[in-house]
C-alpha cells in the first residue's frame, strides 16, 4: 500500500513538473508547445466567429466535440500545475471557458443553435489570455501592444453584441433575418452611421441599442487615440531600463530618474 501510494506520488510529481515546464519553461519544446496552444486558440476563434453565419451545423457536431475535449484537457492541465484554483476557475476567463467547454460537449443544454451563437463568442474572451502570453514570447507584440489590445477589445465588443442582437431580434424583427443582418446593424450603429433600414424592437431592443452606441463610441474613440496617440511613449529609463512612461512623464516611476523625453507635448 505504501509502495502504491509512493508510485502514484511520484507519478503525479513528474507530471507536474513536465506540465509546468511546458506551461512555464524556457526551452525550445516549451516555447512550441505554447505556440501550438496560441495558434489552436487563434484557430478555433476564427471558427466559431465563421460558424456564426452558418444556419445549419448538425454535420458540425463531432469537429466541436472535439474541439471541446482538447479545450476540456487543457482547462485541465491549467487547473493542474495552478497555484489558485479557485481564482482560475471563477475569474471571467476561466467561467466562459467553462461555458464553452460544456456547450460543445453538451449541445442538447442548448435549446437552439441562437443561444450557442452567445454561449460560443465567449471564447473570444480566450482572445486576452492570447494577447499576455503573446506579450511574453513576441517582442513585436509588446512594441504593438497598445493597438492590438484596442483593436481585439473592438473585435470582441462587435462578435459577442451581434450575437445578443441576433438571439433578441431574430423571429420578432422583420428587419433582422439573419446573423448578417445582426451585425449590420452593429457595426452601422457603432460607426454612427445609423443608415435606420434596420432598427431594434421593444424595450429590450432600445436598451440594447443605447448600450452599443455608449460602448461602442468608448471604444472607437479608444482605438482611434491608441493609434494616433498612445497613452505611453516609450523612453528607456538609463538608471533603471523602464521603457514605458506617461507622455508628460518627467520623472521615472520605478526609480524617479529625472527623464529627457523628447514630444511634441500635451494639448
Not at 501550438?36 to 478555433?44: C, E, N, P, R, V
Not at 435606420?196 to 474613440?221: E, K, Q, Y
Amino acid at each position: 500500500m505504501t509502495d502504491n501510494g509512493t508510485s502514484n506520488a511520484g507519478f503525479r510529481d513528474r507530471l507536474y513538473r513536465r506540465i509546468d515546464q511546458l506551461y512555464n519553461g524556457d526551452t525550445p519544446a516549451a516555447r512550441h508547445f505554447r505556440w501550438s496552444l496560441l495558434a489552436f486558440d487563434g484557430i478555433t476563434i476564427t471558427y466559431f466567429i465563421v460558424a456564426s453565419f452558418l444556419h445549419h451545423i448538425d454535420d458540425l457536431h463531432a469537429i466541436e466535440e472535439a474541439i471541446g475535449v482538447i479545450y476540456l484537457l487543457e482547462f485541465m492541465a491549467r487547473l493542474f500545475i495552478s497555484k489558485q484554483r479557485p481564482a482560475d476557475i471563477f475569474n471571467p476567463v476561466g467561467l466562459a471557458d467553462l461555458i464553452v467547454i460544456a456547450s460543445l460537449l453538451m449541445p442538447s443544454l442548448a435549446e437552439n443553435f441562437s443561444f450557442l451563437r452567445v454561449v460560443r463568442a465567449l471564447r473570444l474572451l480566450r482572445s486576452y489570455h492570447m494577447l499576455k502570453n503573446l506579450r511574453k514570447q513576441s517582442a513585436f507584440v509588446r512594441l504593438h501592444e497598445d493597438v492590438i489590445f484596442s483593436v481585439i477589445n473592438l473585435v470582441v465588443f462587435i462578435f459577442v453584441i451581434t450575437a445578443m442582437v441576433y438571439v433578441t431580434q431574430v423571429g420578432s424583427n422583420p428587419g433582422t433575418r439573419n446573423y448578417f443582418d445582426a451585425l449590420y446593424f452593429t457595426v452601422a450603429t457603432l460607426t454612427t452611421t445609423g443608415f435606420g433600414d434596420v432598427t431594434l424592437v421593444g424595450n429590450g431592443g432600445h436598451v440594447l441599442a443605447v448600450l452599443i452606441m455608449i460602448f461602442g463610441i468608448s471604444l472607437f474613440l479608444r482605438l482611434v487615440q491608441t493609434l494616433f496617440r498612445p497613452g505611453k511613449v516609450r523612453y528607456e529609463c538609463p538608471t533603471c531600463g523602464l521603457n514605458r512612461h506617461d507622455m508628460d512623464a518627467v520623472h521615472c516611476k520605478h526609480c524617479g530618474t529625472v527623464l529627457h523625453i523628447t514630444t511634441e507635448g500635451i494639448d
